[in-house]
């Protein structure tokens, strides 16, 4: 069985990254959404949340689990047994950061390769971060988002510009 893995910080998850997770669904027995912890990020969702939006966008696509964790990627990867990290490009700055993580996954654990999926071209733009921008304006969001998460991304958009706190 060849097991890819997805990882990310899917904050929150867009119409992006599930046309990836879609497309890599289809290439592999078994694709793990894997949501990791990026410590040069300050997430809008907890770890949990995230997972939870994940599992709800992907409930219709039977070959995908969604997971979260902590560790190291390649480590991570050796101990699902999977040899495949799936990464989604949009432009080619997004390139030299990914090829320069995919060597250290290999040093790290030899058996794994990257498998690099461009985005396609209603996509290429998009980012949690322009979605979380976009947010703050009350945009329609239906080309950002999937339609299942909007109300709860919406909700905690508000409540950050009220006043309220992160969870």
């Known amino acids: 069985m060849k097991i890819a893995i997805y990882p990310g910080s899917f904050d929150p998850v867009t119409s992006g990254h599930l046309n990836i997770i879609r497309r890599a669904a289809n290439i592999f027995d ?16 907890s770890q949990e949340e995230r997972v939870d939006m994940i599992r709800k966008v992907t409930a219709d696509i039977p070959n995908v689990e969604v997971d979260s964790s902590n560790e190291l ?17 949009r432009a080619g700055s997004d390139f030299e ?11 790290i654990n030899p ?27 009350d945009v329609d969001l239906s080309d950002f988002l999937p339609e299942q998460i909007i109300d709860d991304f919406k909700k905690r958009v508000s409540t950050i510009h009220q006043g309220g706190n992160r969870k």
């Open 30 to 45: 078994r694709l793990i959404v894997c949501v990791m912890i990026n410590a040069g990020k300050n997430p809008m969702f």
């Open 97 to 107: 950061n990914e090829f320069q993580m995919a060597l250290i996954n290999h040093k």
């Open 111 to 137: 058996n794994l390769d990257t498998m690099f999926l461009t985005s396609e071209h209603q996509y290429m733009y998009l980012s949690s971060s322009t979605v979380k921008e976009l947010g703050a304006y």
């Open 73 to 89: 990627l390649a480590d991570y990867a050796r101990r699902k047994g999977s040899c495949v990290i799936i990464k989604g490009l």
